[in-house]
Structure formats: structure tokens, C-alpha cells
């Protein structure tokens, strides 16, 4: 623990020396334009790799970025940035390399965290089709991590927080990223999250 606040004192140092201001700004309020929800992998730091401040990102991780409907936590968070904080942009961020995704495809058992991964097992459900006609082992992988990607901001459209937030005079933005571990870089999926309107007979509330 001694590493962490010396650490701590010399990020305070380092930011009176750069921005005298910073720490009395931040005392009295936030209003961030981004909500990130990512993954907990220690190696992918939300504010870091997108180059943000602290103060303009609001975030959200827990294992492989998911948005469960029944995760009050995510709810709680997502109602806050949207109906408060006035978030104009909401991201699921994925990683290459992610151990929850690994995880889902194994048939090993881990624990209690087998019952998280059964959503990432419905992804490829959904798009088993597409998932068994990947050969290469590696990049089956990595596409699943896209396609878990994409299914999380499906998922946050079917929410009544984003579905309410859709009939703002300007709604907040859903966006679907991936994160390289081995270059740094974020990918944009450019998630359609109209194709949910097929199914608005279904998900769709007034």
C-alpha cells in the first residue's frame, strides 16, 4: 500500500504542477459527456486509452463489459449519467484478449462467475452460425469479442432508461468499441442500434 500513496502524492503534485486549478474545480461538481462501460481487466484503464481527464468520462466496468438487465448496479449507474449527468455518448468497451470472453468458450468450470458468463454462452448462441465457420481458433476469439461487443448495446437499447432517453430532443449516442491490447488502439463496430426496431413489437415501451 505504501506504493499506492506515494504514488498518489506525486499524481497530486504532478497535476498542481501542470493545472493549479484542477482539484478545486473538481471539488465542486462533474458533468462528464461520456458514460464507459468496459471491462474490470487491470489492463485496459478507462480514462488512460481514451485520453480523457477525470471528470469528463463516467464509468462503469465489471467482467467482460456486459449489460445485464438485471444487474441493478449497471441500471443504477446508466440512470444517473443519462437522467442526471446528461451523458451525450454511451460506450461499451471491449478488449482483445478478454479472460471473460475466454472463459465462455471453455467447457471448464471457474465458479460462481459461471453464472455471468452464461450471457456471454447466449452470444454465441445467437450468432452460432456465423461463430462455427471461424476455423482459426484465435480469430474466432477475438470476433466473439465483437460480437459480445455488439449484443451489450443491443441490450442497452432494450432498457427503459435508453428507450425513455430516445425521446429527448437530443438522445445520447450508443457506440460499440474494442480495445487492442497490443497496439493501444480503440476500433469503432459502428453498432446499428436500429436493428432493434425489428423487434419493437417485442422490446418497444410507451
Not at 460499440?176 to 423487434?199: A, E, M, P, S, W
Request: charged share 25%; glycine share 6%; net charge negative.
Amino acid at each position: 500500500m505504501q506504493r499506492i500513496f506515494e504514488g498518489n502524492r506525486k499524481w497530486v503534485e504532478q497535476k498542481n504542477e501542470s493545472d493549479p486549478g484542477f482539484f478545486e474545480r473538481s471539488s465542486k461538481g462533474q458533468a462528464p459527456k461520456y458514460l464507459f462501460i468496459g471491462c474490470s481487466d487491470s489492463r485496459v484503464p478507462a480514462n488512460e486509452i481514451a485520453g480523457t481527464e477525470p471528470g469528463e468520462m463516467f464509468v462503469h466496468r465489471n467482467i467482460a463489459n456486459m449489460v445485464v438487465h438485471t444487474d441493478v448496479n449497471l441500471l443504477s449507474v446508466l440512470q444517473y449519467a443519462v437522467e442526471v449527468l446528461k451523458v451525450k455518448h454511451i460506450m461499451v468497451v471491449g478488449h482483445y484478449g478478454c479472460g471473460g470472453v475466454a472463459a465462455a468458450i471453455s467447457d471448464k468450470q471457474f465458479g460462481m462467475i459461471d453464472n455471468w458468463l452464461t450471457n456471454i454462452k447466449d452470444v454465441i448462441r445467437l450468432h452460432e452460425s456465423e461463430f462455427n465457420m471461424i476455423n482459426d481458433e484465435q480469430k474466432r476469439f477475438r470476433r466473439l469479442v465483437e460480437l459480445n461487443v455488439i449484443e451489450q448495446v443491443i441490450n442497452l437499447s432494450k432498457t427503459s432508461i435508453i428507450q425513455n432517453a430516445m425521446r429527448y430532443e437530443e438522445p445520447p449516442q450508443l457506440h460499440g468499441l474494442v480495445y487492442d491490447l497490443h497496439d493501444g488502439i480503440l476500433h469503432n463496430l459502428n453498432v446499428q442500434t436500429n436493428l432493434i426496431k425489428r423487434f419493437e413489437h417485442i422490446y418497444g415501451m410507451q
